[in-house]
């Protein structure tokens, strides 16, 4: 049984994962702790629960999931998983920070590991199948567990609404396909971890979304 601890940081209230198994192996999915506060949080969380992380997982690389990629690498020693597709907008955001007031960015690692639509991440007794869901971003991905009925989906699915596409990469058509094709396809009691929000269920958003107005 995996357990699914969340964190909401930085100033675009953005959750940030960590799943836990029984065994107490760890990984953590958009780190966007960015104050020493919010590090420590963290920090804390991990150690209090004698917890081994072995990844950092992005779903992509806005600034607001990716400001804790360099404390969480370095803290714990960890490797960094991202889809190729959003290698040039990781690099970006070291051009972008201190527009959005994050003057003490600390530039994020390069990736160590490329993820792509299809594969099998498996870290000890944790298992994620990764989903490339483009639309927000060129490289998007969400993890899904069918073990335990989740994905954790980043950007993509909101409560009641769906990611932004006015952003460099962004576009709606490419991301209704990644949400009618991809996410609407598990099974409707499939919990959705979002990355801004409370956590919502397919069944719910194949009802009530927004998307069904565009």
């Given at each position: 049984?995996?357990?699914?601890?969340?964190?909401?940081?930085?100033?675009?209230?953005?959750?940030?994962y960590i799943l836990?198994?029984?065994?107490?192996?760890?990984?953590?999915?958009?780190?966007?702790?960015?104050?020493?506060?919010?590090?420590?949080?963290?920090?804390?969380?991990?150690?209090?629960?004698?917890?081994?992380?072995?990844?950092?997982?992005?779903?992509?690389?806005?600034?607001?999931?990716?400001?804790?990629?360099?404390?969480?690498?370095?803290?714990?020693?960890?490797?960094?998983?991202?889809?190729?597709?959003?290698?040039?907008?990781l690099t970006m955001?070291?051009?972008?920070?201190?527009?959005?007031?994050?003057?003490?960015?600390?530039v994020s690692p390069?990736?160590?590991?490329?993820?792509?639509?299809?594969?099998?991440?498996?870290?000890?007794?944790?298992?994620?199948?990764?989903?490339?869901?483009?639309?927000?971003?060129?490289?998007?991905?969400?993890?899904?567990?069918?073990?335990?009925?989740?994905?954790?989906?980043?950007?993509?699915?909101?409560?009641?609404?769906?990611?932004?596409?006015?952003?460099?990469?962004?576009?709606?058509?490419?991301?209704?396909?990644?949400?009618?094709?991809?996410?609407?396809?598990?099974?409707?009691?499939?919990?959705?971890?979002?990355?801004?929000?409370?956590?919502?269920?397919?069944?719910?958003?194949?009802?009530?979304?927004?998307?069904?107005?565009?």
């Amino acid at each position: 049984m995996l357990k699914i601890s969340s964190f909401t940081f930085n100033a675009f209230q953005e959750n940030t994962y960590i799943l836990s198994s029984d065994s107490k192996f760890a990984v953590i999915i958009d780190p966007g702790c960015y104050t020493k506060e919010e590090e420590f949080e963290l920090k804390s969380y991990i150690e209090q629960h004698s917890l081994t992380p072995l990844a950092v997982l992005n779903t992509h690389a806005h600034i607001d999931h990716i400001l804790g990629n360099q404390f969480c690498v370095s803290r714990f020693n960890l490797p960094l998983y991202l889809h190729k597709e959003d290698f040039k907008t990781l690099t970006m955001v070291e051009g972008y920070a201190h527009v959005y007031g994050f003057e003490n960015y600390k530039v994020s690692p390069s990736p160590t590991h490329e993820l792509f639509d299809g594969m099998t991440l498996v870290f000890e007794d944790i298992e994620l199948n990764v989903h490339h869901t483009p639309g927000h971003c060129p490289g998007h991905v969400v993890f899904y567990n069918h073990q335990n009925n989740f994905v954790i989906n980043g950007d993509v699915l909101f409560q009641g609404s769906f990611g932004r596409t006015d952003l460099p990469g962004g576009d709606l058509d490419t991301l209704k396909k990644s949400i009618f094709n991809t996410l609407f396809n598990f099974p409707d009691h499939t919990v959705v971890y979002c990355g801004h929000g409370p956590q919502t269920t397919i069944g719910s958003e194949k009802l009530t979304n927004y998307i069904h107005q565009f």
